[in-house]
């Protein structure tokens, strides 16, 4: 009896491990919306482990991401979206024209919806917690290099965003570069929903249920180290509330504005501390010594040594 007993709770073990972010399976079924969240819903980055306390590994904000392979492509089961995934992202490499139109004719797994990717969505295929490539293990084609998004850089000349699969970093682009392309299908994420309470000085996403800190401006406004910023809104009391922290990498990127609104840079024209540059809480998975950060007049995030000095901003999330 205890022998069946021992043998059983391993096996829900093992099916336990199989049910995360890797599991692989080629059920058609696995093409059927099984959205069980609201999409506007924030990923977790993937970074899982802490390397500073109250960092990303620290608080491990957002919803999992439950990958599954289904012929040429990826599904993510959290939300429902289907990533290409077969030969042809390494076979060839297309102008940002050329790789629209590539996706708009793209017929796979009997499905023709699919699109090129906005930069905001494929902020959400990445996983910081790797590199090299910076995916899912369900993931089975990739190449090095850039790969192309619909989104133009408002403060640019003709030039549009690509990103690099290897590890998350992005650039502004000339369009007529010629990249890898990764198609998708599904849900679109929805445009940023932020409102600013001029009473508390916060900066909220109705979207996200994230709130932003937009006052205490000589702090915020301070370059510190990476430490000191984790520290700093860890210990913060502003608006009201002491749980603040300093954003990962994926909610500090939705403070950017593609629309072209803003006149200084893309950091959200709701935010009236335009800060220049901020700390985000995640630290590069190809060099620990360098945590994400973003720079707001061109729109880039880099790996930064994390003894160097930017500014930060803080956020909290919003319990209903």
């Known amino acids: 009896m205890q022998k069946i007993y021992l043998l059983l709770i391993i096996g829900l073990f093992l099916t ?137 850089c408002p403060v640019c000349n003709e030039k549009a965003f690509a990103i690099a699969e290897a590890n998350g970093v992005f650039y502004s682009q000339e369009q007529t570069n010629e990249f890898h392309v990764r198609c998708v299908r599904g849900y679109e994420i929805p445009k940023n929903n932020f409102v600013r309470d001029d009473s508390l000085e916060v900066v909220i996403d109705k979207n996200k249920n994230l709130m932003w800190q937009d006052g205490n401006v000589e702090a915020m406004e301070t370059k510190v180290t990476f430490s000191d910023a984790l520290d700093y809104c860890a210990n913060l009391v502003f608006a009201g509330y002491d749980d603040w922290r300093i954003p990962n990498v994926i909610e500090l990127r939705l403070t950017f504005d593609f629309s072209g609104e803003g006149n200084d840079g893309l950091l959200n024209v709701n935010f009236q501390q335009r800060l220049i540059n901020s700390w985000s809480s995640t630290t590069d998975a190809q060099d620990v010594t360098d945590a994400w950060s973003i720079e707001y007049y061109l729109g880039v995030s880099l790996p930064t040594g994390k003894e160097k000095f930017l500014q930060k901003r803080c956020v909290r999330s919003i319990v209903e």
């Not at 049910?19 to 959205?35: F, I, K, R």
């Not at 390397?51 to 439950?66: E, L, M, Q, T």
């Not at 009997?110 to 902020?123: A, K, V, Y």
């Open 16 to 152: 336990a491990c199989n049910d995360g972010d890797d599991a692989v399976d080629n059920n058609e079924s696995n093409e059927t919306p099984v959205s069980v969240i609201d999409i506007n819903e924030t990923y977790l980055t993937g970074q899982y482990i802490s390397y500073h306390i109250y960092d990303d590994g620290y608080y491990k904000a957002g919803v999992p991401r439950r990958y599954i392979k289904y012929a040429d492509s990826v599904r993510e089961l959290t939300k429902g979206v289907s990533w290409q995934d077969d030969a042809a992202i390494s076979e060839r490499s297309y102008t940002q024209d050329e790789a629209a139109l590539y996706c708009y004719d793209l017929e796979l797994n009997g499905f023709d919806d699919w699109r090129l990717p906005t930069l905001e969505e494929s902020f959400e295929l990445i996983d910081y917690g790797k590199a090299n490539p910076a995916l899912s293990n369900s993931f089975t084609n990739n190449a090095t290099g850039y790969f192309w998004t619909q989104t133009p």
